[in-house]
């Protein structure tokens, strides 16, 4: 009996996700009839109106490519400057990635210190590539470093709020080369480019059915334009492709993978502190 209850808990299980894979095929399908719906939005300054109705609210990106165009940072963060700027206070950054397949699922094991000149010339240096990057999980270790580079910075004000501990967001910091394979965040993002290009490669959420998450945000798949073996009901997704350039900032809404490759040395700020609710990680379920 107890055997019976199971198959058909087991089949309605199945029934379930297969309805709702059919809604996120479906989906796809509608929105590939439309260069509008399944492109990328670019604006060169943005309401706060305009950017919740029709992207936070509508769970679609958009591409801002002048609304920064006075901060300071674009025209003063060359690699000395910000040797000068922050000096030789230490910092945490993620190290011995060249070495390890699964760096980006295992952060902690890659937690490296160092004085902030120091590391400068670790990144600008020859053949730097992947192997070493300061991320947003080293963020709050990094605050009071980089607190000197903060009077370089302008602020959305239209969209982020300044009412949080520290808004003015997590600072990405590495050489040409660096490489954050494909993943989806917990919270909406707005990623902010200030120095160097960034190729961004973005893909539905309603793809979801054939991007093998295996864990937690992760996928199997750590480059959608480079899929292994084995993996083939991937080869049909639809991917964006562009690179970030200087001055600009991308909405990433919460669940749409993406994955990052440093065409530049280059810095990047994320924010998350946006004026709407940005809590919905608090109910992600676990695995």
């Given at each position: 009996m107890a055997r019976n209850a199971e198959a058909v808990l087991a089949k309605k299980t199945e029934t379930a996700l297969a309805k709702r894979d059919w809604l996120l095929n479906t989906r796809r399908q509608l929105s590939r009839l439309s260069r509008q719906t399944s492109g990328l939005p670019a604006y060169r300054t943005m309401s706060a109106r305009q950017f919740l109705d029709h992207h936070y609210a509508a769970h679609r990106p958009a591409l801002i490519r002048e609304q920064m165009a006075d901060w300071p940072a674009l025209r003063l963060w060359s690699p000395d400057y910000l040797k000068r700027k922050v000096g030789h206070a230490p910092i945490q950054f993620q190290g011995g990635r060249d070495t390890a397949e699964d760096y980006e699922r295992n952060k902690q094991a890659h937690v490296r210190e160092m004085p902030f000149d120091d590391y400068i010339?670790?990144?600008?240096?020859?053949?730097?590539?992947?192997?070493?990057?300061?991320?947003?999980?080293?963020?709050?270790?990094?605050?009071?470093?980089?607190?000197?580079?903060?009077?370089?910075?302008?602020?959305?004000?239209?969209?982020?709020?300044?009412?949080?501990?520290?808004?003015?967001?997590?600072?990405?910091?590495?050489?040409?080369?660096?490489?954050?394979?494909?993943?989806?965040?917990?919270?909406?993002?707005?990623?902010?480019?200030?120095?160097?290009?960034?190729?961004?490669?973005?893909?539905?959420?309603?793809?979801?059915?054939?991007?093998?998450?295996?864990?937690?945000?992760?996928?199997?798949?750590?480059?959608?334009?480079?899929?292994?073996?084995?993996?083939?009901?991937?080869?049909?997704?639809?991917?964006?492709?562009?690179?970030?350039?200087?001055?600009?900032?991308?909405?990433?809404?919460?669940?749409?993978?993406h994955q990052v490759t440093a065409l530049d040395f280059s810095v990047s700020i994320t924010y998350t502190n946006f004026r709407w609710r940005n809590d919905f990680y608090a109910s992600y379920p676990k695995g």
């Open positions: 010339d670790l990144i600008t240096r020859e053949g730097a590539a992947n192997d070493a990057y300061i991320t947003a999980y080293n963020n709050a270790l990094n605050v009071a470093a980089l607190k000197p580079l903060e009077e370089d910075l302008g602020f959305f004000e239209e969209i982020l709020t300044r009412d949080v501990e520290h808004p003015n967001g997590m600072m990405w910091i590495g050489p040409a080369g660096t490489f954050t394979p494909l993943h989806h965040d917990l919270t909406n993002n707005l990623l902010v480019q200030i120095v160097g290009r960034k190729r961004i490669v973005m893909v539905s959420p309603d793809e979801w059915p054939n991007l093998y998450n295996d864990r937690h945000v992760f996928s199997l798949i750590k480059d959608i334009t480079a899929i292994d073996d084995g993996l083939e009901a991937a080869n049909g997704i639809g991917a964006m492709a562009f690179d970030l350039e200087p001055g600009d900032a991308l909405f990433i809404p919460i669940g749409w993978w």
